[in-house]
């Protein structure tokens, strides 16, 4: 246990210094004992960027990443497949696909989009795919051609997406194409104030199911027979990651392998999978997964900016691939 | 009243009932045991107490309250399970699997008290696992994980247990092992235990009462093991046979110390790892399927599990496991030998021919459609996948698997993909035995010839040649012995006798067809063009006064005592066959005569008054039948496949001494016949019964001839007649002994990397 909690305070430690450095670092630097300073001034315009612009987004990308892996977390638990992850199982690219409809209506009826409302359709879209992975599921046992499922409904959506976005008028394009290929650039503090409850809210309810998480680990019926309501568990479980990752996609648009290598590589760390332990532990994670591929999405190119996702995927595919291949000599 | 109890339990999956009508008492500390073939619903019953499926009607008292009412989490505290389930806990060290039990009063996230820990390290303590308590759950053994999941359901403190075939994964010493654990946990915690389990030695062993839940899923009797676990009702129960199990052989558990639970020895998978032999022909009729029967006995005899394993069989009749699945005859004779029950992996697939091109094609048990020959060799290799599962599931329960091939390994134009010769011998890295046949002549160029067609990777396979059929003096053959030796390079393991053995082997059919013996009694099975299923008739070939011919022409239906009309793959087909053939006219005539005539299945079908095929299932129409008996029958889709047995109703007729005999055989058949559903429909001399092996039952088969030796009024002498069961066990045995004589067994069991 004291070893356990050793490392909590490590990756604590280190989601702070990455919070530092996104805000220190980036197309102008400032040098960290300058940052209180200037906050305290709050008109200078190294302030307005802080405080406008990097503060808000690197608190984005903890809260985005956090509830993103804890999402994968519960789907890999629901699903009792390790692979499982918001974007695999295409549930990321139906949210994107409903918020792009929704945008490019918007648009062309001149309506502006509340965040409340860009959540609501993101929801939409992941409860859609997510009920067409379920009776995927219901029907076929096997690991795989679910994730070949989700994978396939995920370019589905992304088609779709393309499809709309090259018929929606040129204003939209910039705007709706960098959110398609995920980002947290562009947060504002309004953005905020919705994730961070939403989030927070989520990463409790998680909490409170981490006893019936761990008896669901050993098999539904295994539960049954501990005095769980295992529908009632079930429903709880993927309403909850579904509305996870809808929030998610809703302001950052899918972000992949943040769901699945996180809460894995979480797994070795820790050497346990007790959700009590890798429910917050993949929260940490993933904030940290997050705060630095953003910040390598901003810096490697810079003036330019990678997509969110060009950068997860470097480091969590091959993360994937060696968690396969562990699998596989077992 | 019983920590359980259940009411009028009516159990099922989907609303459709398996079990009807279940009333059970279980006591504090008191160890029942549910026994029953496969597929009877002991799992559904344990799974439905557990609240894990809905009951369909009556009640369950758990500790004297409704468990309806019940909150569930009240239950979780009075009753735990454990369930067959291979999954893979990552992560979770044994102490974490035992302690996720604890799960009805631990806190929050699961967290648990002082006593809660304390209770957890007890109970690893009793169940012999404290060692264990850091090692990761998935790189234990087998039989550690299971005491690893009884600690965790024992940690729920229940006052009741239950446990669904908690000893499958096991070999005999952690069998025993556990049961130990279990039977001495159910004593000192006074903790009721209802199981349900496959060992019936360990049931009679452990049991304090014994709940048999027969095939036609009804709870059949409850008592004392010794009371219930009797050869005879066993032998009804699981449609085995006497000579297959003895309870006196099973082991007893007073042998093994009850007080201190032995920990764990760590025998590898390795060393544990399933065996392999094969044996393949230089061509068909070489005996393979013999020698492989009389392998599986010899190792049987041995103390070894083995089943018998052919990948692909091409044969006109089939065998219907207890699950309702087609597989091969042989294969089912082998594991006859064997002692095992038949079982579709042993023969994963089956191929019945249906003309000259074409086969059905019959995949772990299911039609899965027809096809011609040239499509079924493109079509094959996408069956490697289901070869290799079948093997795994039988490498997982035997010692030793013998693999037969079929035909001649050096079909060099079949030779690509092969999935039944060298196949499976690289697949599984089998030592072959290659049989050749001195009968039929040219041995050593079968034998050599044979090799010298194989690649060099196959040659290499080959560890021993076995010359077979062998009449005469050894000596004379000793010297070619030593030349094919010397030019093959390959050792002869074995020259085995001509063997006089009577078992149902696929190639000797050819020769009993064509037997034209007169007997003192003479049987006469028509040899329809489709004729299926003819081991039917086997029984009476125990009998060297009694000659069972199988007739082509009308004509020679003069001489019988009785008629048979066989099974049939193509009921409308063959019944016009018949007519054509003038059969119908002398059947006719016969009757009149009062010569009893006997129609089995498709036969049955055929002396009633009309066969319909509205649906097309054997090329549409209607044909008008023999009109012998007053049925009439309608062919429908649905194929219906089902073991049977009971005691037969008062008949009439010459037969009518058969009333309230015993019989037991199989249905499968295609259609129905509005003839109540009686197991035998009669009238004057005209018997018929959809249940094939019908005359395999002692009794029946005695009955028969003594009537027919009675009216003929000669002597048979009817007191050596056995159970047709009972006589092929003799055989088995009389097989072994004669291939020990002759086979070199050591050279054998090296090849299979056995040390003894």
Redo the contacts between chains.
Sequence with gaps: MKKKAGIFFLLTILLLLLVLANICIGSIKIPLQDVFHILSVKESDAGKIILQIRLPRTIAALFLGGGLALSGYLLQTFFHN?IAGPFVLGISSGAKLVVALLMVYAAQAGIYLGSGMMIFAALVGALLVTVFVLLVSSKIRNMSILIVCGVMVGYICSAITEFVISKADDANIVNLHSWSMGSFSGTDWQDIYVIVPAVLIGLVVA?VL??RM??Y???E??A??????VKAFRVVLILLSSILSAVVTAFAGPVSFVGIAVPHIM?EVF??????IIIPASFLGGGIFCLLSDLLARTLVAPAELSISTVTAVFGAPVVIVMLFKRKQ? | MGIIETEKLNIGYNKIPVLKDVDLHVSQGELITLVGPNGSGKTTLLKTIASMLAKLGGTVYVAGKDLTTLPDKDRAKLMSVMLTEKREYDYYTCEDVVRVGRYPYSGFGGRLSQNDIRIVQEVMELTGISQLRDRAFDKISDGQRQRVLLARALVQEPEIMLLDEPTSFLDVGYKLEFMNVLKKLCREKKIGVLMSLHELDLAAAVSDRVVTISEDNRVDRIGSPKEILTKEYIGKLFHIHQGSYSLEEGFSLAAVNTEKMPQDNGVSREERKTKYIMVQGTMSGAGKSLLVAGLCRIFKQDGYRVAPFKSQNMALNSFVTEDGLEMGRAQVMQAEAAGVRPDVHMNPILLKPTDDKGSQVIINGKVHGNMRAKEYFAYKTSLIPTIREALDYLEERYDIIVVEGAGSPAEINLKQNDIVNMGIAKMTNAPVLLVGDIDRGGVFAQLLGTIMLLEEDEKRLVKGLVVNKFRGDKTILDPGIAMLEEQGNIPVVGLLPYMDVQLEDEDSLSERFESRKQGLINIAVIKLPHISNFTDYDVFEQLPEVAVCYVKKSRDLENADLVIIPGSKNTIADMKWLRENGFAAVLQKLEQDGKPIFGICGGYQMLGVTIEDPDGVEGGGCVEGLGLLEHTTILQGEKCRRQVEGKLPVIGGCFGGLSGQNYYGYEIHMGKSNDQGKVINQKNNVYGTYVHGFFDSEEIARGIVDTLAKEKKVTIHTEDLMDYQTFKQQEYEKLASLMRESLDMNQIYEMMGIRR
Excluded: M, N, T, W
């Design positions: 390790p909490f981490s006893k761990e008896a680990l050993f098999g019926e295994y049954v027979s501990l005095g769980i309501h797994r050497q346990s999978d007790r959700p009590l077992r």
